[in-house]
């Protein structure tokens, strides 16, 4: 699918020319874009909740989740994972901390773990978001500007992985990524300050002509983020 190289190119390079931050959950519950994670993080007592719904090989992933602030930039969370065709859920344990906070001259950093516990499977990461512009676009509060987000893990994300956000307006925020193993991108629509509707597609590179493919899948998702 060569034309999804355009799309997903052109945010990539959007997001590398103008600061911002965001806490919102991902589709699998820690704050980032879609699967990958960014620099960001909770600032202490301040939360987020979600719920996701996601089709993949034809089966619905359901994703309950939430996260917690316990100090300055040292979020923990837990995402309530289970398969439409499992009686089972699992219970994923994730932690991230962000040791670097963004400026002008360098980039926010943060490295994290997500399933602690081994449910699925353990993944260690680190990561680096940035933005490079001095023009502050805002919202209530919160900046607006592109960002690329760049980490390379273990585990699930195995490997290097990449990430473009933007926004248009104040209220759409457009996202693509290579999560290390497939191409994803999505769109996030920010009804008000602290509610989100998620909306994305999953492994858009996916051939399928490749036996080992999970094929192509569409999600959808509600998140609420509570800033003190």
């Known amino acids: 699918m060569r034309w999804l190289c355009v799309p997903f190119c052109l ?26 994670p960014s620099a960001d993080a909770l600032g202490k007592g301040d939360w987020n909740a979600g719920v996701f719904f ?16 316990i100090a300055q930039g040292f979020e923990v969370g837990i995402d309530r994972f289970q398969l439409s065709d499992e ?47 001095t023009n502050l676009r805002a919202y209530r509060g919160e900046t607006l500007n592109p960002r690329v987000h760049i980490g390379f893990g273990g585990g699930r994300l195995s490997g290097l ?10 209220r759409v925020e457009l996202l693509a990524e290579w999560d290390s193993i497939a191409v994803n991108m999505g769109m996030r629509w920010r009804v008000t300050p602290e509610f989100t509707v998620h909306l994305g597609g ?16 569409f999600g959808v998702g509600a998140s609420y983020n509570m800033t003190y």
């Open 161 to 170: 992985f990449v990430g473009g956000s933007t926004y248009f307006g104040n």
């Open 202 to 217: 999953f492994n858009l590179n996916d051939k399928q002509n490749d036996r080992f493919s999970t094929g192509a899948s």
């Open 54 to 69: 996601e089709n993949v090989a034809n089966q619905t992933i359901n994703d309950y989740v939430l996260n917690y602030g």
């Open 11 to 36: 945010i990539i390079i959007a997001a590398a020319c103008l600061p911002g931050n965001c806490t919102i959950p991902s589709f699998r519950g820690y704050t980032g874009l879609m699967v990958v």
């Open 87 to 133: 009686r089972d859920s699992h219970t994923i344990l994730n932690a991230k901390y962000k040791f670097m906070t963004e400026t002008s001259a360098q980039p926010a950093i943060a490295a994290g773990i997500t399933d602690l516990t081994d449910e699925i499977e353990t993944t260690v990461y680190a990561v680096a978001s940035k933005t490079f512009s």
